[in-house]
C-alpha cells in the first residue's frame, strides 16, 4: 500500500500523532495491532486525513467525544418551546451538540429565527406539514418562503403526504407538496419528507417534479421496498426512535438494509420518544438510545455511528462550520 505523503503532518507532536493514530483505530478504519515506528504511524496517519478530509482540533476533539447530530426537532413548537434552555442543557450533556429545529407553524418559525441566532449548533427547517394544510397551509406557506429566499433556512420542510390519518384532502396535500418542491428549486434547497401511507403518490410527483433536490425522507416508518424505491433515486432516511419499539422488527429489518451513507437519526422532538422514555417528552438528550439501537444492528461502534450519522446530516443540509449548541 503506498500512503501519500503530507509534510505539514511531520510537524505533529509524538503525544497528538499517537492520539491521532489511535482514533483511526477507534473507528475501525486500522487494525494494526503490532508496535510500529513512529514513521509508519505517521504515514498512516497522512492517508487516512487526506482520505476522510483534513479535522480541525475541535472537530478531531468532537468526534473522540463521540458527538451527536439530532436531524429533526421541533424545538420551537409550543409543548417544547417552554423549556428550552433547560432542554438545550440536557442536550449538551448528552452529547448532542448541533440540532435540526423544523417550524411547521407562523409562530414555530417566529421562535425558531430567533433561536438560531442566539444559540450555536441550531439549524433551521421551515414547512406547513401536509396533515395542517387545509387549515395552515395557505397563511403560513408564504412566511416560509420568505425565509427560504431570505437564506433563513437550511432546508425546506417538512412537507409530504400523509394518507394515514388524511387530515386534509389529498389532492390539496399533492398541491402543496408540489409547491414546497417548487420552492426548495427556486431557493436552491434541499426537501424534508413526512410521509405515511403514501409512497406510490410520493414518488409518482417526485419523478414529476424534481430535477437534483436532495431528498430527507424523516422518521421513516416504511417497508423495505419503499426504502429501496427511495434509495435508488439517492435519497437520504432517517430513523427515529420507533426503531426502539419491541415491536418494531420489521423496520429494524430496513434499517439493517439502509446503506449507513445514507442514514441519519432523530428524536423528532417532542414526539415518539424512545421505548426506554415511552410516555415522556421526546427530547433530543434522548437520541442516543436510538443510536445504541442502530450500532447494534449494523454491528458498529456507537462512534461511528455518531461519526458516520453526524457527516451525513451536515452533508445532507449543507452544513459546514463546525458550531455547537452553547
Not at 494494526?32 to 509508519?40: C, K, L, T
Not at 403560513?140 to 437550511?154: I, N, P, S, T
Not at 427511495?230 to 438494509?257: C, H, M, N, P, Y
Request: hydrophobic share 40%; glycine share 4%; aromatic share 10%.
Amino acid at each position: 500500500m503506498r500512503f501519500p505523503t503530507c509534510p505539514s503532518y511531520y510537524k505533529l507532536s509524538s503525544d497528538a500523532l499517537y492520539q491521532t493514530f489511535d482514533f483511526f483505530k477507534r473507528f475501525r478504519l486500522i487494525s494494526i495491532q503490532a508496535p510500529i515506528s513512529r514513521d509508519m504511524i505517521l504515514l498512516t496517519c497522512t492517508y487516512f486525513f487526506q482520505r476522510y478530509a483534513p479535522l480541525s482540533r475541535k472537530r478531531t476533539r468532537d468526534i473522540l467525544d463521540c458527538m451527536y447530530f439530532d436531524s429533526h426537532a421541533h424545538l420551537t413548537c409550543d409543548r417544547t418551546f417552554h423549556q428550552i434552555t433547560a432542554l438545550l442543557s440536557r442536550a449538551k450533556k448528552a452529547r448532542v451538540d448541533q440540532i435540526i429545529n423544523v417550524c411547521t407553524d407562523q409562530d414555530s418559525l417566529a421562535r425558531g429565527l430567533v433561536l438560531a441566532e442566539d444559540v450555536k449548533g441550531i439549524y433551521t427547517v421551515g414547512a406547513t406539514p401536509p396533515q395542517d394544510v387545509q387549515e395552515r397551509g395557505e397563511i403560513d406557506f408564504h412566511l416560509f418562503e420568505q425565509a427560504a429566499q431570505r437564506g433563513r433556512l437550511v432546508a425546506i420542510g417538512e412537507t409530504g403526504l400523509d394518507y394515514h390519518h388524511q387530515h386534509a384532502p389529498k389532492m390539496l396535500q399533492k398541491t402543496f407538496l408540489i409547491r414546497y418542491f417548487q420552492l426548495a428549486r427556486e431557493a436552491q434547497l434541499p426537501v424534508v419528507i413526512h410521509c405515511r401511507s403514501a409512497f406510490k403518490d410520493l414518488f409518482k410527483i417526485a419523478d414529476e417534479q424534481l430535477e437534483k433536490e436532495a431528498i430527507l425522507l424523516h422518521c421513516f416508518t416504511g417497508n423495505l421496498h419503499e426504502a429501496k424505491e427511495a434509495l435508488a433515486r439517492g435519497w437520504w432516511i432517517s430513523f427515529s426512535g420507533i426503531i426502539t419499539f419491541k415491536k418494531e422488527e420489521d423496520l429494524r429489518r430496513v434499517v439493517q438494509d439502509v446503506p449507513i451513507e445514507k442514514l441519519l437519526i432523530e428524536t423528532d422532538t417532542p414526539y415518539l420518544a424512545p421505548q426506554s422514555k415511552r410516555g415522556k417528552l421526546n427530547e433530543p438528550s434522548f437520541l442516543i438510545e436510538t443510536a445504541e439501537t442502530v450500532a447494534r444492528i449494523k454491528n458498529l461502534s456507537l462512534e461511528e455511528i455518531a461519526l458516520h450519522t453526524r457527516a451525513n446530516t451536515r452533508h445532507f443540509f449543507r452544513i459546514e462550520s463546525e458550531s455547537s449548541v452553547r
